[in-house]
């Protein structure tokens, strides 16, 4: 059902595609939310249902795996990736965050093959391994992290946005800082929509 829900988090594929996923806003909140694949043809299919909130999707630097989480589900995902088809299978979970480990927001993956998730319930940046073992934890002077991506020339500058919010009394409204990454990051991928063939 689309009642309820709102697109969230988007990203292209290292194929070329254009997946984005839902979020459920309804009170309380309900598994409605899904995960859609939009082909360069515009072709929509969706991908994954049962979600809360859809969010943090990247790929690994050979394109063989896509991480994915829901944030209000509180897990993160990897599954195995069919650059031919744009298939996905075998979705295993690789990490449970809680609100204080920083529940999963907005994600990238390094050029070595680790995860990165802002968690904006922590204020923090987690760094995983691909298997989901944290290696690093990174406190913001940000109340809450949303989405991180690599740039700068030589993709070491890690970018982060931050959600508006209110907490101890104190309201701050969304930010966005960069820092220095000690590992390049992976360039983005590009959509090109291809026009339907004329008869």
Known sequence: SWFGN?????????????????MNESSPRQPAAALYRIDPDGHVRRMLSGLYTSNGLAWSPDGRHMYHSDSRGEMLWVFEYEVATGTISGGKVIAKLT??????????V????????????????????AEGL??????????APSMICFG??????????SLSVERGG??????????????????GNRFRLREAASA
């Open 99 to 108: 609100d204080s480990d920083g529940r999963p927001d907005g994600g990238a």
């Open 152 to 161: 700068g020339d030589d993709l070491r500058t890690i970018f982060v946005t």
């Open 170 to 187: 104190r309201r701050e409204a969304g930010r966005l800082i960069s820092f220095e990454a000690p590992v390049s990051g992976l360039p």
């Open 6 to 22: 709102r697109l969230n988090d988007g990203k292209v594929s290292p194929d070329g595609r254009f997946w984005v996923g839902s």
């Open 134 to 143: 944290l290696l690093e934890r990174y406190v913001t002077p940000i109340a």
């Open 110 to 129: 390094d050029a070595e093959g680790c995860y990165w998730s802002a968690g904006p319930s922590a204020g923090v940046i987690n760094r995983f391994s």
